[in-house]
């Protein structure tokens, strides 16, 4: 009997492990397809709160997405419409002067590497020339290496479309599969996550729009040459925290070098965007990401660098939202150890001694 | 008429429906219609099937349920161990509304008693709404005091030996 008992409680597991072991073996074949996928899942898991804002006020989901789609649409036009028109002459005037600027710079590390070779004899083993010459020439390559991410930029919203219209039926389903007795738990822990990991990427998103926009702004007003391809640059880089203020210090700095030659732009530069990491630090960032969860710089260092360790670019890219899912995963852990498994004594309920009058 | 067509078209009868409820639920009493799209927000939807337990005695209570349409049965193991059915929840009631106070054990079992749609609200979404939205949270939390003081009237007015 009791035999019989435990052959049913391992045979029910059967089903949902073959489809386990079958999803696994799916994803190992078929990584690089499910690619745009994952990344289609996380746009439309950004853009959920916002169709939701329209369904929970009348408007059937398959309408809020359409409209959606069809402003996002016209914004993105005029967005990509007027920065190719600024970008396209920069990028021109790039190719232009590219052997120029490349020329002086090479100019630049010979003389230098002459004179530290000089002094320090060791130096030349290293042959820093040679590695600038190496660099150089990669620039155009890396570019081109690019141009396959474009294709993505049309399968990734065509994919999120229909993620979006479909997605909230398939999730529903899932919630009315749950194991009954467990759904209350599993909820639970769903909506944690899901408040701290979408407030934080909805958060770090906005952070990099203003900060584009207001880089854009800046750099424009201070007459720097390719503001708009730099504006871009910081923008994407915003979404590593700090990494944005200190891409665009270093790399202004040099074009303003290039551009000017003095001093003067230089320090200018390096004041805006010390200017722009205080206004990020007191303001964008307390009033953006204050329900969001808290990282130590440090932890988001490391899930960086062990991103991108484990899956490149896009490693880095994953690691921050994935160790925003560990944390609360592994707060919630902890508070299940001592809620669920008592490995703590409970705390005592409120106890009043004066009686209900 | 044809405006109106589209209109009908675009917009989604069912949230009418929901909100009305709402209104009717006395926890969300005082709370204004468009308030009520914020508490509506917060809310997660689930049905369970006839027969399936909610939760159990002595499991760690995160939620309150609101239900819609369908059945529960409320029901505590008396001093032999066996269930006694103590309460039965119907469409417009709620239960479990410890939950939002405190993280601590259930008191008694709930099972589905037909094909239910319910509401949830967690601790956590609560939070969230009495920070956000302080008008609706001072309602809530007003409400939620009212009727804990109910229910602790009940039980000193209740006669002896029950």
């Known amino acids: ?357 | 008429m044809g405006l109106l067509n589209v209109f009908s078209r675009i917009y989604d009868e069912e949230i009418l429906r929901k909100l009305d409820f709402l209104r009717q639920i006395s926890l969300f009493e005082g709370i204004k219609k468009g308030h009520l799209i914020h508490v509506l927000e917060s809310l997660q939807e689930r049905t369970y099937l006839k027969g399936e337990t909610i939760f159990a005695q002595a499991d760690i209570g995160r939620a309150l349920f609101i239900v819609f349409d369908g059945r529960i049965e409320l029901s505590r193991l008396d001093a032999a161990g066996k269930p006694e059915v103590i309460a039965e929840v119907n469409p417009g009631e709620f239960f479990g509304e410890m939950a939002l106070l405190e993280e601590m054990p259930r008191t008694a079992t709930a099972t589905a008693a037909e094909e239910t749609k319910v509401f949830m609200l967690f601790k956590i979404k609560l939070d969230s709404l009495l920070f956000s939205y302080p008008k609706i949270g001072v309602v809530i939390a007003a409400q939620l005091a009212k009727i804990l003081s109910a229910r602790l009237r009940a039980v000193l007015e209740r006669p002896a030996g029950n």
């Open chain 1, 1 to 357: 009997m009791a035999t019989d008992a435990l052959k049913k409680s391992y045979a029910q597991f059967l089903l949902p492990v073959a489809i386990g072991i079958a999803a696994v073996y799916f994803i190992v074949v078929a990584k690089g397809a499910l690619f745009p996928f994952v990344l289609s899942a996380a746009l439309a898991y950004v853009l959920n709160p916002l169709i939701s804002y329209f369904e929970v006020r009348g408007f059937k989901r398959s309408y809020a997405v359409a409209a959606l789609y069809i402003t996002a649409g016209a914004v993105v036009f005029l967005g990509v419409w007027l920065l190719f028109h600024f970008l396209s002459s920069e990028l021109q005037d790039l190719q232009r002067t590219w052997p120029t600027y490349a020329e002086r710079l090479q100019a630049y590390v010979t003389n230098l590497n002459a004179r530290l070779v000089k002094t320090y004899p060791v130096l030349a083993k290293i042959g820093l020339e040679a590695r600038l010459q190496h660099l150089l020439e990669l620039v155009p390559q890396l570019l081109l290496s690019l141009l396959p991410a474009l294709t993505l930029l049309f399968i990734v919203p065509f994919i999120t479309f229909f993620m979006l219209i479909g997605g909230s039926g398939i999730i529903d389903y899932l919630l009315d599969h749950l194991p009954a007795r467990h759904s209350e738990l599993i909820l639970h822990i769903t909506s944690r996550i899901d408040g701290s990991l979408g407030n934080y990427l909805r958060g770090i998103l906005t952070e990099a729009f203003v900060i584009f926009l207001i880089a854009f702004t800046g750099l424009m007003l201070l007459g720097l040459n390719y503001a708009a391809v730099i504006a871009v640059l910081i923008g994407i880089s915003s979404l590593v925290p700090y990494l944005g203020a200190m891409v665009g210090a270093v790399l202004s700095s040099i074009v303003a070098y290039l551009q000017f030659g003095t001093l003067l732009p230089i320090i200018k530069i390096l004041a805006f965007f010390t200017g722009i990491r205080f206004f990020d630090d007191w303001f964008l960032q307390p009033y953006i990401m204050k329900k969001a969860v808290d990282l130590n710089p440090a932890v988001i260092l490391l899930a960086l660098m062990a991103g991108g360790e484990i899956a490149g670019i896009w490693g880095i890219v994953f690691s921050i939202p994935v160790t925003c899912i560990l944390k609360e995963v592994l707060q919630i852990a902890i508070e299940l150890q001592e809620t669920e498994f008592r490995w703590k004594p409970k705390p005592e309920p409120t106890r009043i001694s004066i009686p209900y009058t």
